[in-house]
């Protein structure tokens, strides 16, 4: 267990099932690589959506390359980063920002994603400026953003129209 904590960084690559493993999937990754700065996800082409990466609160670097069937980074069901909004709504809008959505993101690397639609699923959901509302309670939270983002690349993204907002990028 010693050995997972001081990991710093993970590559995967290949993975062609739908769903990621358990072993990484929800809080799991953040609980068993609580120190990981650097993630690369290429060649997984059977991957629909990542519902866990918000949760890797040091992280600083996400690769995310050929996944063709990558629809969307995080899904509005179970414990997204929209939900955790929801859940959140009493708390600040800088607690929220902060703890919450990648506080220690630096750069991120979208490339040749044909179906990705956007950072999350947003049926259900209304955004308004800086506010996300939810159609069905009209519970309105924060717009979650990038706080630390510096270096940001998407390419070969064609679908994507829906992305949070970056204002460190350079």
Known sequence: LDLLDSLRGLEMDGYHWVRIPRWVSHDNLATFLPNLV??????????????????????????????SNLEYM???????????????????????????FFPSLEELE???????????????????????IDSSSQNVCPMPWFPCLSKLTIEGCPKLTFFPKCPSLK
């Open 110 to 132: 979208l490339g040749y994603l044909p179906k990705l639609k956007g950072w999350w699923n947003r049926h259900g959901l209304v955004v308004q400026d800086d506010e996300v």
């Open 38 to 67: 650097r993630l690369v996800l290429v060649n997984c082409h059977g991957v629909q959506e990542l519902p866990w990466l918000s949760k890797l609160v040091y992280l600083k670097m996400l690769v995310v390359n050929k996944l």
């Open 74 to 100: 995080e899904s509005t069901s179970g414990t997204s980063c929209i939900d955790s909004y929801r859940i959140a709504a009493s708390k600040s809008r800088e607690e929220v920002l902060a703890s919450r």
